[in-house]
């Protein structure tokens, strides 16, 4: 089981990063309100991890907190909630604001979220209420000391911030169509965004 990963934060191609840890790349998927906290590519990073081994594929998912890995944990327990819809609920809404519609029985802020409908927003109030009574947040449990990486260079891709920013949505499970039109519209207010200013803008609008 891996559980934590330090090293140097390669790219970020949302909501995918890559990590060179002693000179193995690791890809780590993370929801985009974990993303944002991320120093620049080329600083070191530390994320916490959970490993999901598949038929078909070996995926690690990454948070910023234990608080957060655990509130994932939780979600994927959920009756029908795999690892992607977790990864897309908690892009949405940050852990708290997940934790506090719950317990607000804030069922419509749960279905604005791409892949929850009525039942399974309703589903979800009903089954993580009881599991996150305890839940509480926390800070980065990434403390450690500084990792010298010698020469090391990253190696960035470059991509638009505009299609950067369009692909992770997607990957989020938006529609293209909504995808487009959400990080067009993020564009008109701010056309020199960062690709994650644009998701950031655009998950806003959806």
Aim: charged letters at 20%; hydrophobic letters at 45%; proline letters at 6%.
């Amino acid at each position: 089981m891996i559980g934590r990963l330090t090293g140097l934060l390669i790219s970020k191609q949302p909501p995918e990063i890559l990590i060179d840890v002693q000179g193995v790349g690791y890809e780590v998927q993370m929801p985009m309100t974990c993303l944002y906290e991320l120093p620049d590519i080329g600083e070191p990073v530390t994320v916490i991890t959970h490993f999901v081994v598949r038929e078909d594929a070996q995926l690690l998912y990454g948070f910023n907190t234990f608080a957060e890995r655990g509130l994932f944990r939780q979600l994927i327990k959920a009756q029908g909630v795999g690892p992607k819809l977790a990864l897309t609920i908690m892009s949405g809404m940050t852990a708290q604001q997940f934790v506090n519609a719950v317990s607000h029985d804030d069922v419509s802020s749960l279905i604005k979220l791409p892949g929850v409908g009525r039942k399974t927003a309703e589903r979800l109030v009903v089954e993580m209420r009881d599991r996150l009574q305890n839940w509480t947040s926390a800070t980065p449990a990434t403390d450690a000391a500084p990792v010298d990486f010698g020469d090391l260079q990253p190696t960035v891709v470059a991509s638009s911030p505009r299609d950067d920013a369009t692909g992770a949505l997607m990957a989020l499970g938006y529609k293209p169509a909504q995808a487009e039109k959400a990080v067009a519209t993020a564009m008109k207010a701010n056309s020199d965004a960062s690709s994650e200013e644009l998701i950031r803008a655009a998950l806003k609008t959806m």
